[in-house]
């Protein structure tokens, strides 16, 4: 034993060394996930009698970090394995710090490398320690240190002799012992911050105190005794901490004082110290399960179940729980998956007197993490103070397991009203559980002194019959089939058949709802197979007779397919099966022939010929001691056609269809014939017919087309070849053309003639309605124009003829009656203010009258006239620019309009000259010339003249300049014409030009 306590020492390690390696933390960086590896603790928080709370803590214990709380989905530690399985398993763990280095929001679990989701079995000595803290502030000693060291006595109540019967002396806890008490350095309050208490400051506290005294190294678990209330519960799980010098996940409760005063209590949490989860039955209140030391204590005390010294006791764990512990190997605990019925015999889960089976797991949808659970419980050893009812001192019971729930099993009990020690969670002899939704039974056949007789069904379909298919007839020596098949086809399996046939060995198999199975006698006669189907539903039977029948020969006949006059046909009699008995007598006949007889072995033959055509027919008979069989054979002998002559036409014309007979000789040629048909430029084909055939060709080309015959049957084949000289002709002649046209105009027509290459000349007659009749000589092309004066529908008729015939097309085309075509003339330009005349002229000349003329021009009133085949109208315009004129020339007929763009300019009509009219030798002047209007049409071309000065020619618009220099004085005259396209004007300026006179200077005094 350590002479100061080194819990503290190793804890600051950690911290310097996760603040130096990072350990898994971010620091400064707390939503960061971080990945952390160690061991998974649960801790499970039990309330005072009469309360129903319960609370869960999950921590993860590392060598650095000691105790990290883990903050995690329900969801997401059940899809890991759920806490009982998890619990004191190395696991990785990711997720964000919610209080850095203290409280992880779980993101991600896994078990580590190597781990099994299997729980930690509980075997042989499981020393456990007390360690008796009192608070600073409390001085109260509840109990003495005998009380607890008594505690864990080998004897009756105590632990270690409650857990040797729990575990069938698996597990015991000798070796264990009490110390204190101890006085903790601080008071009550501040191990409970917030009102919750602190395991982990309490833990090192009062193990610290202990220390001296006290050598953990021996120890699996630590019982930490308090002498006050700690928060709501007592606790128990697990602590991370180096004690001695071993560093490791310690075993641990929390116990206040009501707890240690009932053992019972104590026995719950050492169980969660070996990593037991509660039971239940309602979710919300969880110590409702009288029948589990892991959930209701309390009752037991009810129930007598009070020690004078200890309190109250405990009861046995359910079988479940000893499965998780290993304290009930695989041959105590029978597994029954989907499909499948059992009766066994339940021992009682305490003090089991016999071999029968501790306990059943029922697979629901064969899941080896959902399943029910079958026990049988008797009020033996601690099980004594268990519920019971009148006449009773055992009952069946049945608990539903979820082994990743975080409260893995829960009691059933079928009337759902919080008493789980009623009759609604106990079975007797005569009552059954059923579950329709997982088509699972329990039913309680029977009882014996220390159990139950129960039948268990799981989605188990019994067996309605069974039937033996095969034949009712075989022969001695021959294996013979036969199958047995189960209804309902989904019956459950593996169903045992046992087969016994008469004289035969019985035979057994084992499968799913059928099964086949081969006999063979040596000996005749009737014979019975009897089949047994058996599953655990039970058995059904059936039976089947069969005739077996000596072997007899069963001869067939082999020979030609058929045959001709004369040839000779080579018959095989052939006898099954090939171990009949020898020798065979075999007796021949034929049609037209005399009987034959031999006596052979498995097969005779004969021949035979045939002068006469006809169905011949062979019989055969085979005959032995056992009895004899008869075949017959029928071939037909045929008569070869001799001859083939073909008729038909020598001559033709192209693509006219021409008919071919051939003819065999002689008439009584055995029919059917086949006759193949091939002619030049044709593609071959078959007829079958009698004597007789007939085909019809045709041909695109001329020329000599050979025609022959093949005639075919299965006596022979004969050929005929036949000629004909096609002539070449015209196939068609197409006339093309309009299909509408206008009286009086002129209307073209084609007539083309297929083929191409038919022979020239040809001649082409047109004939046309209400015209004379036009003949032409052409070749594959012709042509002719009509035209018609009237309206109405017309027919235009064509004939094209050469050597070899004549063929004719017809085209119609509907006439209309004209309509006016109208067309404006008139002047080319205009002058603003003058008339300008326009004429409107309508062609045909034959278009129907009176004719209607509308007038619209730009700016002028609509004028409407009627007239003949023209019209006149005349329009002034007062300002220039581009006029639009439009006429419409109508009739009954129809409409037509054009369209006239005349351009009416402005002429000038005066020109006035600004500028100076006084100057001086030397100096430039500028003068303009303007005309008006201001309207006048553009380009305007001005000419300037002025004497003794060169003409000037500018072309502009309605304003125009020049400039002038004169060297000698005098007047001038400047003289300006304006002219446009449509006119001219003329303008006059004059100047007087002076020298410049300079005077003397005259001084004055």
């Given at each position: 034993m350590t002479l100061r306590r080194l819990f503290f020492v190793f804890t600051i390690i950690a911290v310097i060394t996760l603040l130096?390696?990072?350990?898994?933390?971010?620091?400064?960086q707390a939503l960061s996930p971080v990945i952390l590896e160690g061991t998974f603790i649960t801790i499970w928080g039990d309330g005072s009698p009469g309360s129903d709370e319960t609370?869960?803590?999950?921590?993860?214990?590392t060598d650095l970090n000691k105790m990290i709380e883990l903050t995690i989905d329900d969801e997401l530690l059940a899809s890991s394995g759920g806490p009982a399985i998890l619990n004191r398993q190395a696991v990785i763990v990711q997720g964000t710090w919610l209080d850095t280095g203290m409280n992880l929001q779980v993101q991600w679990l896994?078990?580590?490398e190597g781990e099994t989701q299997e729980p930690e079995g509980i075997y042989g000595p499981q020393p456990w320690v007390s360690i008796l803290c009192k608070f600073s502030d409390y001085a109260d000693e509840p109990n003495d240190l005998t009380y607890f060291r008594g505690m864990y006595s080998s004897?009756?109540?105590?632990?270690d002799h409650y857990w040797r019967e729990q575990s069938y002396d698996l597990a015991n806890l000798q070796e264990s012992g009490a110390f204190g008490w101890y006085v903790l350095p601080q008071p009550r309050a501040y191990y409970l911050p917030g009102g919750n208490f602190d395991w982990w400051t309490a833990a090192e506290d009062c193990t610290a105190a202990a220390d001296p005294e006290v050598n953990f190294t021996p120890f699996v678990g630590i019982n930490l005794m308090f002498n006050a209330d700690l928060d709501c519960c007592a606790w128990g799980g697990g602590w991370y901490a180096c004690l001695d010098g071993l560093c490791q996940t310690w075993r641990m409760t929390w116990e206040p004082p009501w707890g240690y005063e009932n053992i019972g209590v104590i026995a719950h949490e050492t169980g969660h110290g070996f990593g037991l989860p509660h039971s239940y039955w309602n979710p919300n209140s969880v110590y409702d399960n009288q029948w589990d030391v892991m959930s209701d204590v309390w009752s037991n005390g009810n129930r007598g179940g009070i020690h004078p010294i200890y309190g109250t006791m405990g009861q046995h764990t359910v079988s479940y729980h000893k499965d998780m512990l290993g304290w009930i190997n695989e041959s105590q605990m029978t597994i029954i998956g989907t499909g499948e019925k059992r009766t066994i015999t339940l021992e009682r889960l305490a003090l089991p007197q016999n071999d029968g089976y501790l306990g059943a797991r029922i697979l629901v949808n064969d899941s080896p993490a959902h399943f029910l659970t079958v026990e049988a419980r008797q009020l033996v050893g601690y099980d004594a103070w268990l519920p019971r009812q009148t006449g009773w001192n055992k009952a069946v019971v049945l608990h539903d397991i979820h082994i990743y729930d975080g409260m893995p099993a829960r009691v059933i009990d079928i009337d759902r009203n919080g008493n789980t020690g009623d009759a609604g969670a106990m079975w007797l002899p005569g009552e059954t559980y059923?579950?329709?939704?997982?088509?699972?039974?329990?039913?309680?056949?029977?009882?014996?002194?220390?159990g139950f007789v129960v039948s268990i069904s799981n989605r188990f379909t019994p067996m309605n019959d069974v039937e033996i298919e095969g034949p009712d007839a075989g022969y001695v020596n021959e294996p013979i089939p036969f199958t047995a098949s189960v209804s309902p086809s989904n019956a459950s399996t593996p169903i045992t058949y046992t087969w016994e046939a008469t004289g035969l060995t019985p035979i057994v198999h084992v499968g799913g709802t059928e099964d086949d199975v081969e006999f063979s006698w040596v000996e005749a006669g009737t014979k019975s197979i009897t089949v047994t189907a058996s599953n655990d539903g039970g058995s059904v039977v059936d039976t089947h007779h069969i005739n077996i029948e000596p072997i007899t020969p069963i001869v067939s006949i082999s020979g030609p397919n058929s045959s001709t006059l004369g040839d000779i046909n080579i018959f095989t009699a052939t006898v099954v099966p090939t171990d009949v008995m020898q020798p065979i007598t075999y007796t021949w006949q034929a049609t037209g022939q005399i009987p034959i007889t031999h006596t052979d072995g498995l097969s005779d033959r004969i021949t035979y010929v045939w002068n006469d055509p006809g169905m011949q027919v062979i019989t055969i008979t085979a005959t032995n001691e056992q009895g004899s069989s008869t075949d017959t054979f029928i071939l037909p002998i045929s008569m070869p056609p001799v001859d083939l002559a073909i008729t038909g036409p020598v001559e033709g014309e192209e693509q006219d269809s021409y008919t071919f007979t051939a003819s065999i000789i002689p008439i009584t040629t055995t029919v059917p014939i086949t006759y193949v048909w091939m002619a030049d430029g044709q593609i071959p084909f078959t007829h079958t017919a009698g004597v007789v055939d007939t085909a019809a060709f045709d041909w695109d080309t001329p020329g000599i087309k050979n025609i022959t015959v093949s005639a075919s049957n299965d006596g022979g084949t004969v050929v005929d070849t036949h000629s004909i000289d096609i002539k070449p002709g015209i196939h068609t002649v197409?006339?093309?053309?309009?299909?509408t046209g206008i009286a009086g105009e002129a209307e073209v027509f084609s007539a083309t003639v297929v083929p191409t290459d038919v022979v020239h000349p040809i001649t082409y007659v047109w004939q046309a309605t209400g015209q004379l009749p036009i003949t032409h000589t052409a070749k594959v092309v012709d042509s002719a124009t009509f035209g018609w004066d009237t309206p109405g529908t017309k027919t235009i008729t064509v004939t094209a003829s050469n050597v070899g015939g004549s063929v004719v097309d017809t085209h119609t085309i509907d006439i209309d009656p004209p309509i006016p075509i109208v067309s404006i003339s008139g002047p080319t330009s205009g002058i603003a203010g003058e008339a300008n005349s326009f004429t409107a002229t309508v062609i045909p000349t034959g278009v129907v009258q009176p004719i209607t003329f509308v007038w619209h021009a730009t700016g002028q009133l609509p004028i409407t006239h009627t007239g003949g085949l023209?019209?006149?109208?005349?329009?002034?315009?007062a300002n220039p620019g581009t006029q639009v004129i439009t006429v419409t020339a109508s009739n009954d007929q129809g409409s037509s309009t054009d369209i006239f763009t005349l351009p009416i300019r402005m002429p000038p009509t005066k020109l006035e000259i600004t500028g100076l009219d006084v100057g001086k030798v030397g100096e430039t002047y500028i003068f303009t010339a303007s005309v008006i209007p201001i309207t006048t049409t553009v380009p305007i071309t001005y000419v300037w003249t002025m004497d003794g000065q060169m003409i000037l020619t500018h072309t502009g618009g309605v304003m125009d300049t020049a400039s002038f220099i004169w060297d000698s004085p005098g007047v001038y005259d400047i003289l300006v014409s304006a002219t446009n396209a449509v006119g001219s004007v003329v303008g006059k300026w004059s100047i007087v030009i002076h020298v410049n006179i300079y005077l003397p200077l005259t001084l004055r005094h």
């Amino acid at each position: 034993m350590t002479l100061r306590r080194l819990f503290f020492v190793f804890t600051i390690i950690a911290v310097i060394t996760l603040l130096v390696q990072g350990g898994g933390y971010q620091i400064g960086q707390a939503l960061s996930p971080v990945i952390l590896e160690g061991t998974f603790i649960t801790i499970w928080g039990d309330g005072s009698p009469g309360s129903d709370e319960t609370r869960t803590a999950y921590y993860l214990s590392t060598d650095l970090n000691k105790m990290i709380e883990l903050t995690i989905d329900d969801e997401l530690l059940a899809s890991s394995g759920g806490p009982a399985i998890l619990n004191r398993q190395a696991v990785i763990v990711q997720g964000t710090w919610l209080d850095t280095g203290m409280n992880l929001q779980v993101q991600w679990l896994t078990l580590n490398e190597g781990e099994t989701q299997e729980p930690e079995g509980i075997y042989g000595p499981q020393p456990w320690v007390s360690i008796l803290c009192k608070f600073s502030d409390y001085a109260d000693e509840p109990n003495d240190l005998t009380y607890f060291r008594g505690m864990y006595s080998s004897a009756y109540p105590g632990l270690d002799h409650y857990w040797r019967e729990q575990s069938y002396d698996l597990a015991n806890l000798q070796e264990s012992g009490a110390f204190g008490w101890y006085v903790l350095p601080q008071p009550r309050a501040y191990y409970l911050p917030g009102g919750n208490f602190d395991w982990w400051t309490a833990a090192e506290d009062c193990t610290a105190a202990a220390d001296p005294e006290v050598n953990f190294t021996p120890f699996v678990g630590i019982n930490l005794m308090f002498n006050a209330d700690l928060d709501c519960c007592a606790w128990g799980g697990g602590w991370y901490a180096c004690l001695d010098g071993l560093c490791q996940t310690w075993r641990m409760t929390w116990e206040p004082p009501w707890g240690y005063e009932n053992i019972g209590v104590i026995a719950h949490e050492t169980g969660h110290g070996f990593g037991l989860p509660h039971s239940y039955w309602n979710p919300n209140s969880v110590y409702d399960n009288q029948w589990d030391v892991m959930s209701d204590v309390w009752s037991n005390g009810n129930r007598g179940g009070i020690h004078p010294i200890y309190g109250t006791m405990g009861q046995h764990t359910v079988s479940y729980h000893k499965d998780m512990l290993g304290w009930i190997n695989e041959s105590q605990m029978t597994i029954i998956g989907t499909g499948e019925k059992r009766t066994i015999t339940l021992e009682r889960l305490a003090l089991p007197q016999n071999d029968g089976y501790l306990g059943a797991r029922i697979l629901v949808n064969d899941s080896p993490a959902h399943f029910l659970t079958v026990e049988a419980r008797q009020l033996v050893g601690y099980d004594a103070w268990l519920p019971r009812q009148t006449g009773w001192n055992k009952a069946v019971v049945l608990h539903d397991i979820h082994i990743y729930d975080g409260m893995p099993a829960r009691v059933i009990d079928i009337d759902r009203n919080g008493n789980t020690g009623d009759a609604g969670a106990m079975w007797l002899p005569g009552e059954t559980y059923i579950t329709p939704t997982l088509g699972i039974e329990v039913a309680v056949l029977s009882a014996t002194a220390t159990g139950f007789v129960v039948s268990i069904s799981n989605r188990f379909t019994p067996m309605n019959d069974v039937e033996i298919e095969g034949p009712d007839a075989g022969y001695v020596n021959e294996p013979i089939p036969f199958t047995a098949s189960v209804s309902p086809s989904n019956a459950s399996t593996p169903i045992t058949y046992t087969w016994e046939a008469t004289g035969l060995t019985p035979i057994v198999h084992v499968g799913g709802t059928e099964d086949d199975v081969e006999f063979s006698w040596v000996e005749a006669g009737t014979k019975s197979i009897t089949v047994t189907a058996s599953n655990d539903g039970g058995s059904v039977v059936d039976t089947h007779h069969i005739n077996i029948e000596p072997i007899t020969p069963i001869v067939s006949i082999s020979g030609p397919n058929s045959s001709t006059l004369g040839d000779i046909n080579i018959f095989t009699a052939t006898v099954v099966p090939t171990d009949v008995m020898q020798p065979i007598t075999y007796t021949w006949q034929a049609t037209g022939q005399i009987p034959i007889t031999h006596t052979d072995g498995l097969s005779d033959r004969i021949t035979y010929v045939w002068n006469d055509p006809g169905m011949q027919v062979i019989t055969i008979t085979a005959t032995n001691e056992q009895g004899s069989s008869t075949d017959t054979f029928i071939l037909p002998i045929s008569m070869p056609p001799v001859d083939l002559a073909i008729t038909g036409p020598v001559e033709g014309e192209e693509q006219d269809s021409y008919t071919f007979t051939a003819s065999i000789i002689p008439i009584t040629t055995t029919v059917p014939i086949t006759y193949v048909w091939m002619a030049d430029g044709q593609i071959p084909f078959t007829h079958t017919a009698g004597v007789v055939d007939t085909a019809a060709f045709d041909w695109d080309t001329p020329g000599i087309k050979n025609i022959t015959v093949s005639a075919s049957n299965d006596g022979g084949t004969v050929v005929d070849t036949h000629s004909i000289d096609i002539k070449p002709g015209i196939h068609t002649v197409t006339l093309t053309g309009p299909i509408t046209g206008i009286a009086g105009e002129a209307e073209v027509f084609s007539a083309t003639v297929v083929p191409t290459d038919v022979v020239h000349p040809i001649t082409y007659v047109w004939q046309a309605t209400g015209q004379l009749p036009i003949t032409h000589t052409a070749k594959v092309v012709d042509s002719a124009t009509f035209g018609w004066d009237t309206p109405g529908t017309k027919t235009i008729t064509v004939t094209a003829s050469n050597v070899g015939g004549s063929v004719v097309d017809t085209h119609t085309i509907d006439i209309d009656p004209p309509i006016p075509i109208v067309s404006i003339s008139g002047p080319t330009s205009g002058i603003a203010g003058e008339a300008n005349s326009f004429t409107a002229t309508v062609i045909p000349t034959g278009v129907v009258q009176p004719i209607t003329f509308v007038w619209h021009a730009t700016g002028q009133l609509p004028i409407t006239h009627t007239g003949g085949l023209s019209d006149s109208m005349a329009y002034a315009w007062a300002n220039p620019g581009t006029q639009v004129i439009t006429v419409t020339a109508s009739n009954d007929q129809g409409s037509s309009t054009d369209i006239f763009t005349l351009p009416i300019r402005m002429p000038p009509t005066k020109l006035e000259i600004t500028g100076l009219d006084v100057g001086k030798v030397g100096e430039t002047y500028i003068f303009t010339a303007s005309v008006i209007p201001i309207t006048t049409t553009v380009p305007i071309t001005y000419v300037w003249t002025m004497d003794g000065q060169m003409i000037l020619t500018h072309t502009g618009g309605v304003m125009d300049t020049a400039s002038f220099i004169w060297d000698s004085p005098g007047v001038y005259d400047i003289l300006v014409s304006a002219t446009n396209a449509v006119g001219s004007v003329v303008g006059k300026w004059s100047i007087v030009i002076h020298v410049n006179i300079y005077l003397p200077l005259t001084l004055r005094h």
